[in-house]
């Protein structure tokens, strides 16, 4: 049973950057595939970026490419959100989330996290 851990969220200006953290203390998060979500006020939540457990494949979002990187550290048993190059739109609260299998685009997954919230405002 995972439970999942989200830090790193906060207010950050337009243009500005960030680093989210996902970990669990209860397994290994290398033997999942990990993807980051994001919600904004009003609106559906949003897959933004996921990271593959069978060969370390990462997958990004149209929004998210080519400014967000997404990493694991195994041995801090963490996954990564850096984030660049922040917008207003990129406002929401970022979930993570895994599954055993691959980042194949309409899979469910079966641990969340609670969130951490994102404020892109000047």
């Known amino acids: 049973q995972l439970q999942l851990v989200e830090s790193g969220g906060g207010l950050v200006q337009p243009g500005g950057s960030v680093r989210l953290s996902c970990v669990d203390s209860?397994?290994?998060?290398?033997?999942?595939?990990i993807r980051w979500f994001r919600q904004a006020p009003g609106k559906e939540r949003e897959g933004v970026s996921c990271i593959s457990s069978l060969d370390g494949s990462t997958y990004y979002s149209d929004a998210a490419e080519g400014r967000f990187t997404i990493s694991r550290s195994n041995d801090k048993n963490t996954v990564y959100l850096q984030m660049t190059h922040l917008q207003p739109e990129d406002t929401g609260l970022y979930f993570c989330?895994?599954?055993?299998?691959?980042?194949?685009?309409?899979?469910?997954?079966?641990?969340w996290g609670q969130g951490t919230q994102v404020t892109v405002s000047s």
């Open positions: 989330a895994a599954r055993s299998g691959t980042c194949w685009p309409g899979a469910t997954y079966d641990y």
């Open positions: 209860n397994a290994t998060l290398a033997a999942y595939s």
